[in-house]
Every structure is written in C-alpha cells, then in structure tokens.
T-cell receptor, first 111, second 114 residues
Framework: DAKTTQPPSMDCAEGRAANLPCNHS???????VYWYRQIHSQGPQYIIH???NNETNEMASLIITEDRKSSTLILPHATLRDTAVYYC????????????FGKGITLSVRP | KAGVTQTPRYLIKTRGQQVTLSCSPI?????VSWYQQTPGQGLQFLFE???????NKGNFPGRFSGRQFSNSRSEMNVSTLELGDSALYLC?????????????FGPGTRLTVL
C-alpha cells in the first residue's frame, strides 16, 4: 500500500506557482520522498527526490517539513504542459526497494 | 541517447490467448522494471529484472512472467488472458538496481483484451 496521502486534484493559473502537498506521516528515517508525474498517455517522469533537506532542480523544488511527515512539491511557474498526475512516493534505500504509486494528485493548469 | 522503447504500442487480444510485450532499455541500463496501470488499481509494480534474473516481484498471479536477455532487453508474457488484464503496461529502466532517481519510463503498451 502507498504510504502517502495526496488530495485528488488541484488547479492553478498559468505562470503562478503550483504547490502540491503530500502527507507521509509514517515515513521512517531511511526513506526518501520521490515525486513523479504522468502526463496523459505517457509514462511517468521523474521530477525530484529528497531525504530531509529541501531540494531544487531545473524542474521543481521539494520542501520537506522538519519532522518529515509531509512535503510540498513546488512548480515555480506552472505552464499548461505541467497539467498531469503527480505522484508522491516514499521509498526506502536498498536494492530490493521499489516504487509504490498511489493515486496521485491531478494538477490542472488553467490559462 | 534513445529513450526506453516498448513494442508494440497497441495490442488487441481475446480471452484465453497469450501475449508477449517487449522493452528495450536505455543503452547501458541494466535494470528493467515492469508496471501495470489500470483506471481502478492505478500503477502497480509487476517485477524487476537485473542481469537476466528476476530480482523483485509484485503481487500478480503466475500468469504474468518475464525475462531479460544478455543485452538487457526484456520481455513480459501474460498467458491465458482475462478481461481484467486490459491495461497500459509500462517498462522502466535504470542503470543499477534501486537507482530510482534515474528510472526512465517508456511510453507503454496498451493491451485490450476482448
């Protein structure tokens, strides 16, 4: 079972920041938070991951609370092409760990 | 560098038949994972192959099987197809096992079982 809880959907205006929340209250110390997204009819795409520090790359920023029980994915300037299902995933380290996808959150970016 | 390729992209079969799907990972990637995506169950992990050996397996019946070749290409097979096997089957590759920050997904094979 997925270890994360996400609202089913949200929307934002094009050009504005999109803040996607995720709860992972049962996360353990060695588990990472990963974000993937899936644009309609395509395979999922890796966005970012983090352990406890905030992370930023060319696509997004990941803010993890100090207690690590929740996180927020930030798309700083959302475009129409960012409309997708976004999956927040908690995964441990080790070769046998695997990605367990939940239902994700559907982000709709409006013009 | 070419991405993950999956063939065929679309497939229609009837109940009771079997099907084989193919996945070519990114050059140099040695781990291949398979997922099933349906509207009801979402994205579910099927299995992972590395160095021609199945390393990890999800909760699917034995009708679902796979293999990996020495060039890292992978195939998955579903025997005795059921209507519920209609789904998008996704393949993902990564350099090493557990290296999910570098896991790249293919476009998927859309299987319809009639």
């Amino acid at each position: 079972d997925a270890k994360t809880t996400q609202p089913p959907s949200m929307d934002c205006a094009e050009g504005r920041a999109a803040n996607l929340p995720c709860n992972h209250s049962t996360i353990s110390g060695n588990e990472y938070v990963y974000w993937y997204r899936q644009i309609h009819s395509q395979g999922p795409q890796y966005i970012i991951h983090g352990l406890k520090n905030n992370e930023t790359n060319e696509m997004a920023s990941l803010i993890i609370t100090e207690d690590r029980k929740s996180s927020t994915l930030i798309l700083p300037h959302a475009t129409l092409r960012d409309t997708a299902v976004y999956y927040c995933i908690v995964r441990g380290t080790g070769a046998n760990s695997k990605l367990t996808f939940g239902k994700g959150i559907t982000l709709s970016v409006r013009p | 560098k070419a991405g993950v390729t999956q063939t065929p992209r679309y497939l229609i079969k009837t109940r009771g038949q079997q099907v084989t799907l193919s996945c070519s990972p990114i050059s140099g990637h040695r781990s291949v994972s398979w997922y099933q995506q349906t509207p009801g169950q979402g994205l579910q992990f099927l299995f992972e192959y590395f160095s021609e050996t199945q390393r990890n397996k999800g909760n699917f019946p034995g009708r679902f099987s796979g293999r990996q070749f020495s060039n890292s290409r992978s195939e998955m097979n579903v025997s005795t197809l059921e209507l519920g096997d209609s789904a998008l089957y996704l393949c993902a590759s990564s350099l090493q096992r557990g290296d999910y920050n570098e896991q790249f997904f293919g476009p998927g094979t859309r299987l319809t079982v009639l």
